[in-house]
T-cell receptor
């Protein structure tokens, strides 16, 4: 199993450009998450999904949109990138139906907005 | 690798010594906690978790202690090895009895020197 994969690994955007980050998992997990990680801070939840076709806002959703059209994929979109969105983005997934939440993380995408 | 925290609290230990990483939480109703390890350039990886009805849980070379009286959590690593060098995060659900989401702490960097 590949686990959680993210595409692309690196990206540089100019202010105002748009892009989509793709997350894929092959563990048949119901839950998927998008986080951002900035220097000196922990991971902050952007959006998450508890199942195919559903999404919900996390701590820092502004400026981002997500879609979960297929169970194995969770897309994060930036419609008009801003320098404040320069960060490392992590996707994670977890299995539903347990009393715990062990999230499995992807390798991250480093995004720079100029 | 990614800069996961240029100004993180840092714990430096000698190889073979025991390490203790601390985490404070504010919600006295919190009932579940997780520790994650993040190596440079990688996504976080689950280490161990604990529920609030326990005050200690042991894994392989790791022990988590929970002190509900002072709302304090610690991760103990026995016989620290160079491969333990990483940033360690504690995390908890924002709401009791709901593990859909996690809130991560800012992290502690563990440096192991020979």
């Amino acid at each position: 199993n590949a686990g959680v994969t993210q595409t692309p690994k690196f990206r540089v955007l100019k202010t105002g450009q748009s892009m989509t980050l793709l997350c894929a998992q092959d563990m048949n997990h119901e839950y998927m998450y998008w986080y951002r990680q900035d220097p000196g801070m922990g991971l902050r939840l952007i959006h998450y999904s508890v199942g195919e076709g559903t999404t919900a806002k996390g701590e820092v959703p502004d400026g981002y949109n997500v879609s979960r059209l297929k169970k194995q994929n969770f897309l994060l979109g930036l419609e008009s990138a801003a320098p404040s969105q320069t960060s490392v983005y992590f996707c994670a997934s977890s299995y539903r139906g347990t009393s715990t939440n062990e999230q499995f993380f992807g390798p991250g995408t480093r995004l720079t907005v100029l | 690798g990614e800069s996961v925290g240029l100004h993180l609290p840092t714990l430096s230990v000698q190889e073979g010594d025991n390490s203790i990483i601390n985490c404070a939480y504010s919600n006295s109703a919190s009932d579940y906690f997780i520790w994650y390890k993040q190596e440079s350039g990688k996504g976080p990886q689950f280490i161990i978790d604990i529920r609030s009805n326990m005050d200690k849980r042991q894994g392989q070379r790791v022990t988590v202690l929970l002190n509900k009286t002072v709302k304090h959590l610690s991760l103990q690593i026995a016989a620290t090895q160079p491969g333990d060098s990483a940033v360690y995060f504690c995390a908890e659900p924002p709401q009791s009895h709901n593990t859909d989401k996690l809130i991560f702490g800012t992290g502690t960097r563990l440096q192991v020197f020979p």
